[in-house]
């Protein structure tokens, strides 16, 4: 069983509407969860952080974590087509807090 | 811009050959981490170095190895090259490693390609 798990998509959205990104993990140990976005070809940007359960705003970006049910999301308000990309749901675990990653999920912005 | 740099930023190896790709973590950042990105994958955690030691290592063969330096920059070798190599290569900088609240900070990356 992978330790972290997504939707690979393509999830699509128009613009404008509200993209619902899911993630789930395995290590009910994990503290630390992290969201990135990466566009092909590029490396892993952070785009938000979450610690303790329940919601996490910046800007148009809402994460939510739910430690009981071992789940993590993302919600982008008022998708832009610039949003397009894959978003990578990643968690701090092992003795050295090492990254595990999702394989991502794609999401494309329609205008 | 995270303020890690990577090089180079494109390569090509045949099999069998050898390979060091290079980071310079972000300014103040003491541990640097590496990782493999296949395509349509999610990255995998190589190791992770320390103030230069290893602090942690992945499930990947001997052939991968590394080297933090003084300055905390750090190098990713990688001998006896396979197809399943090619890979986008991450480099990772943070401040201090063991703390649940560490957050890793990506440089652009190293698209290695095997032949």
């Known amino acids: 069983q992978k330790e972290v798990e997504q939707n690979s998509g393509p999830l699509s959205v128009p613009e404008g509407a509200i993209a619902s990104l899911n993630c789930t993990y395995s290590?009910?140990?994990?503290?630390?969860f992290f969201w990135y976005r990466q566009y092909s070809g590029k490396s892993p940007e952070l785009i938000m952080s979450?610690?303790s359960n329940g919601d996490k705003e910046d800007g148009r970006f809402t994460a939510q974590l739910n430690k009981a049910s071992q789940y993590v999301s993302l919600l982008i308000r008022d998708s832009q087509p610039s949003d397009s990309a894959t978003y990578l749901c990643a968690i701090q675990a092992g003795s050295n807090y090492q990254l595990i990653w999702g394989a991502g999920t794609k999401l494309i912005i329609k205008p | 811009e995270t303020g890690v740099t990577q090089s180079p930023t494109h390569l090509i190896k045949t099999r069998g050959q050898q390979v060091t790709l290079r980071c310079s973590s972000q300014?103040?950042?003491?541990?640097v981490s590496w990782y493999q990105q296949a395509l349509g994958q999610g990255p995998q955690f190589i190791f992770q170095?320390?103030?230069?030691?290893?602090?942690g290592r992945g499930n990947f063969p001997p052939r991968f190895s590394g080297l933090q330096f003084p300055n905390y920059s750090s190098e990713l070798n990688v001998n006896a090259l396979e197809l399943d190599d090619s890979a986008l290569y991450l480099c990772?900088?943070?401040?201090?490693?063991?703390?649940?609240?560490?957050?890793?900070?990506f440089g652009p990356g190293t698209r290695l390609t095997v032949l």
């Open positions: 990772a900088s943070s401040w201090v490693p063991g703390q649940s609240t560490d957050t890793q900070y």
């Open positions: 300014s103040g950042h003491n541990t």
């Open positions: 290590d009910r140990g994990s503290q630390s």
């Open positions: 979450i610690y």
């Open positions: 170095y320390y103030r230069e030691e290893e602090n």
